[in-house]
């Protein structure tokens, strides 16, 4: 299914659980993202990782944490920290180190929505 | 960092009509610029890209055109067909690492 996967498609997390999206590519992509989307907002940068044991805040990271313990794999968590951590969760990936390289821009999975309750 | 301006936010157009959507950036610096189509419930895909040593490029019904000079890009769509009914987002790179998006276009294309 387009070589990422997000699991799962939809997520209820209650006042002050730490929740963990998962995000795995089959692409070999050095590569891979965190965005949020809100209605209004566009996508916005969570956390972004070049290379395993390596990643990056992007520009709303607070509340967030992430880990890149495998090339496949970039699992999101949203803690009880993110004051309003309902939205629309996507994982992307790109071939080397980012889009601009080659021009291939981003892979995107397919999506978490995750809602507080 | 980058800054990616999109107008407008909504869009209706008849069917057969053509459909312009704008974008402006902030980083002289930024060289790649790629266009997003999300349908409601669906990821975004990549629907065409455009690096800063080109100023246009076609790809049957859509181009984009690049202006270096004053910052800005734009999607074009002629002969729009229901289909092309979704959100739209345009991107500019942010160095080698990431990109920058736009706050989206939605694209009503009415029979």
């Known amino acids: 299914d387009g070589g990422i996967t997000q699991s799962p498609k939809y997520l209820f997390r209650k006042e002050g659980q730490n929740v963990t999206l998962s995000c795995e590519q089959n692409?070999?992509?050095?590569?891979m993202y965190w965005y949020r989307q809100d209605p209004g907002q566009g996508l916005r940068l969570i956390y972004y990782s070049q290379i395993v044991n390596d990643f990056q805040k992007g520009d709303i990271a607070e509340g967030y944490s992430v880990s890149r313990e495998k090339k496949e794999s970039f699992p999101l968590t949203v803690t009880s920290a993110q004051k309003n951590p309902t939205a629309f969760y996507l994982c992307?990936?790109?071939?080397?180190?980012?889009?601009?390289?080659?021009?291939?821009?981003?892979?995107f999975g397919s999506g978490t929505r995750l809602t507080v309750v | 960092g980058e800054n990616v301006e999109q107008h407008p936010s909504t869009l209706s157009v008849q069917e057969g009509d053509s459909a312009v959507i704008k974008c402006t950036y902030s980083?002289?610096?930024?060289?790649?610029f790629p266009w997003y189509k999300q349908e409601l419930g669906k990821r975004p895909q990549l629907i065409i890209d455009i690096r800063s040593n080109v100023g246009e490029k076609k790809d049957q019904r859509i181009a984009v055109t690049l202006n270096k000079t004053a910052k800005h890009f734009s999607l074009h769509i002629t002969e729009t067909q229901p289909e092309d009914s979704a959100v739209y987002f345009c991107?500019?790179?942010?160095?080698?690492?990431?990109?920058?998006f736009g706050k989206g276009t939605m694209l009503l294309v009415s029979p």
């Open positions: 692409l070999n992509h050095d590569a």
């Open positions: 991107a500019a790179n942010e160095g080698y690492s990431t990109l920058t």
């Open positions: 992307a990936s790109t071939a080397d180190q980012g889009p601009y390289i080659r021009g291939y821009g981003y892979t």
């Open positions: 980083d002289s610096a930024s060289n790649y």
